[in-house]
Structures are given as C-alpha cells and as structure tokens.
C-alpha cells in the first residue's frame, strides 16, 4: 500500500476513534479516580473491556500475525518516568486522550496539558540516551540496547521468547483475569445501587 494510502486509513481509523473517544467521554484518568472517589463505574468498564479487547487482538497479532515487539531498557527509570506520569495525569484531570479530545473542544486548560506533555516528550528524549543522537530512533531499532540503559535493571523480553510459548496462551489468560475484575465491579456497582436505592 502506498505511503497515501496508509495516511489516508490512519486519518480514517483517527477520525473514527477521535468521535467514539468524544461521544462517549472516556478517560483513562476518570476510570480510575470515579471509581475509587465517585463509587461510579461508567469509564472503569469501559476500560476493562478495551484493554480486554487490545489484550486478545495484540496477542494474536503476536502470534499468528508480523508483529515485532519493541524491547525497552526497563528499570528504575521506567518506574519513575510511569509515577511522574502519573502525577501529571491527575493534575490535568484528564488522561492523554480525553486531553485531546478536550483540546479539541476548545478547553484551554487541555490546550496548555497537551503543550506540556510535549515539552515532557522533547525533554525525555533527551535523557533516554547519552550516546546517540537522535536518542529514540537509536534505541527503537529492535535490537537491546545496553549502551542506552541508563537506570535499568534488566531488559524487557516477551514471554513467548522466552518460553516458546505463542503469546496467545497469555493473552488469554490475561483476559480472563480482567473479565473476573470486570465482573467484579460490576457486583460492586450493583451493591452500590442497592445501598442508595436505585
């Protein structure tokens, strides 16, 4: 397919994603936060049933399909990159994506998250490498890559390589675990239905 073509579908699929995304106000931050604070599930089931959905599509992509996985220098680093993150997400009140969604509806405050988050972005790759320039191309080639591991204590392998097991099998086993949880909040949201009389 030629270099048009795949913008083209990646404009179509984004486009799609962006009105879903905006329709139904779904936020990675707010599944978690309404969750623990609100006792309202709406953004949490959401959340479990697209990361069940991701979990078995990417697995069999793994397995059957060309998929290629990324190797990362993890540590400390990640640990710590992940936290501050974290951090940021709650003081933008939004995770990333509903941060664009809102951005694109005109909230300033979504417009000067997005800008930050890029600056972070800039910034991190920066520090990702001390020994290559441009630091990230470098380092996403495929290949480990020690000379970039700064605070790292190991490097990510998947599974399926190191076992010889398709990754698939964990896939599944994955999604099953996030259906038992998706049951589980939904007991949870009935109780709380009944405990206000709803």
């Known amino acids: 397919m030629s270099i048009v073509g795949q913008c083209l579908i990646g404009f179509i699929f984004g486009c799609l994603v962006g009105v879903l995304v905006q329709r139904s106000r779904f936020c990675n931050?707010?599944?978690?936060?309404?969750?623990?604070?609100?006792?309202?599930?709406?953004n949490t089931k959401a959340l479990l049933?697209?990361?069940?959905?991701?979990?078995?599509?990417?697995?069999?992509?793994?397995?059957?399909g060309d998929g290629k996985p990324l190797r990362f220098d993890v540590g400390l680093n990640t640990l710590i990159g992940l936290f501050i993150f974290g951090?940021?997400?709650?003081?933008a009140g939004a995770c990333t994506v509903s941060t664009w969604v809102k951005a694109g509806e005109g909230n300033i405050g979504a417009v000067w998250a997005l800008l930050f988050t890029f600056i972070g972005m800039f910034l991190f790759s920066l520090v990702w490498s001390f020994s290559y320039w441009p630091p990230a191309p470098a380092t996403m080639t495929g290949e480990p890559n020690l000379a970039g591991l700064q605070l790292g204590l190991?490097?990510?392998?998947?599974?399926?390589?190191?076992?010889?097991?398709?990754?698939?099998?964990?896939?599944?086993?994955q999604a099953v675990v996030l259906y038992?949880?998706?049951?589980?909040?939904?007991?949870?949201?009935?109780?709380v239905a009944e405990e206000s009389g709803g």
Request: charged content about 15%; proline content about 1%.
């Open 29 to 42: 931050v707010a599944a978690l936060r309404d969750a623990m604070l609100f006792k309202s599930y709406r």
């Open 49 to 64: 049933a697209g990361m069940i959905v991701m979990t078995l599509g990417f697995t069999l992509f793994m397995s059957f």
């Open 87 to 91: 951090i940021g997400m709650v003081l």
């Open 154 to 173: 190991s490097n990510a392998a998947t599974l399926q390589e190191k076992l010889g097991i398709p990754a698939i099998v964990f896939g599944i086993i």
């Open 180 to 191: 038992a949880i998706y049951r589980a909040v939904l007991r949870k949201e009935r109780q």
